[in-house]
């Protein structure tokens, strides 16, 4: 679902602004960052005073981008004091509670996003789920405003965002039009292996270690890998929880395996990364333990022990493997 209005009225709005006020969504990743640090530097650019803020810390593994320093960690809107003139651009936020609260003290709400379930909040909308990212979508705008404000500063800033949001072009959302973007933005002075090495170049070495751990851990049942960790293993590293991000994509690398599971023993509860590339959702065998997302990544929270709730999973997934094949989104 595209919602597009013209360009003209998109950069009327920002042109008559006073001051531009960028949020970021919660837990803030590569493209609302991204984003928001490239749109900093074209309001900046256009003589508009700026601010930028979001619900989260700054993520330090992002610092390098450009403005990262005046991201404001906020509770509010009302922490930015917004007046009459004013123009508030939520990027990458899919709805209103993904952003900072009191969203309504906005003048004017400008909401620009790509993600399909978009709830189309906002007094101007420019959502584009075939967008591989908002950077993607937020490139196509400044290209068709004919701006001379785009910078190598904002073209490095959306890269990052693309880059991140499409897995390095290795999703599926990628498409001839975000290697076009890239390319355009390539022109401008991107340099991607300076990119891929900010990006990347950068993993703690008790995230090291802790994934080393995981990975001596694993097994494999038939199509199914899975590993585990424990709240000791965090302290005995001195690894942050989100360093486990992503870990479990690491299991599903493993020639003939398409489920993966990852388990860590909170004390309060089993945490569970699901991740399938098989028939059977991750998110059918998360519902089973009331939890949620995606038919490739999902999650739920089990009581008990590590083996107890190894068991239940695997029964679960051998019970879908029976029933759910229909039900799976084709691939
Ligand atoms: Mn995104």
Request: hydrophobic share 40%; glycine share 8%; proline share 4%.
């Amino acid at each position: 679902m595209t919602t597009m209005e013209n360009n003209v009225d998109f950069w009327s709005v920002i042109e008559a602004s006073k001051r531009l006020i960028f949020l970021s969504h919660v837990k803030p990743d590569g493209d609302t960052l991204g984003s928001a640090a490239a749109f900093f530097s074209v309001g900046t650019e256009m003589g508009k005073p700026c601010v930028w803020g979001g619900r989260d810390p700054f993520p330090e593994m992002y610092a390098f981008l450009p403005h990262s320093q005046k991201y404001q960690q906020i509770e509010s809107l009302r922490e930015f004091a917004p007046t009459s003139g004013d123009v508030v651009l939520a990027l990458d936020t899919s709805t209103r509670d993904r952003s900072v609260p009191d969203l309504d003290l906005s003048p004017v709400l400008l909401n620009i996003d790509h993600h399909h379930d978009n709830s189309l909040y906002g007094d101007i909308v420019r959502v584009d789920a075939d967008a591989s990212s908002t950077a993607e979508l937020l490139w196509g705008l400044f290209s068709s405003a004919n701006t001379s404000h785009v910078s190598y500063e904002a073209a490095f800033s959306l890269y990052v965002g693309v880059v991140t949001d499409s897995g390095s072009f290795s999703f599926s959302c990628t498409t001839p039009r975000t290697h076009k973007a890239v390319s355009d933005m390539l022109e401008k002075g991107v340099r991607p292996a300076e990119v891929y090495r900010l990006l990347n170049f950068n993993r703690s070495y008790a995230k090291t270690r802790l994934w080393g751990l995981a990975l001596s851990r694993i097994t494999i049942e038939g199509t199914i890998a899975m590993t585990w960790l424990v709240d000791a293993d965090f302290r005995n590293f001195g690894a942050d929880p989100s360093e486990t991000e992503n870990l479990v994509n690491q299991l599903l690398l493993i020639r003939g395996v398409d489920i993966a599971l990852l388990l860590i023993d909170n004390r309060e509860g089993i945490r569970v990364s699901i991740r399938s590339e098989g028939a059977v959702s991750a998110a059918t065998i998360a519902h089973r333990f009331g939890g949620g997302g995606h038919p490739q990544a999902a999650g739920c929270t089990l009581p008990g022990t590590l083996s107890s709730a190894t068991e239940r999973l695997f029964s679960a997934i051998d019970e879908c493997m029976g029933s759910d094949e229909r039900l799976s989104a084709p691939r």
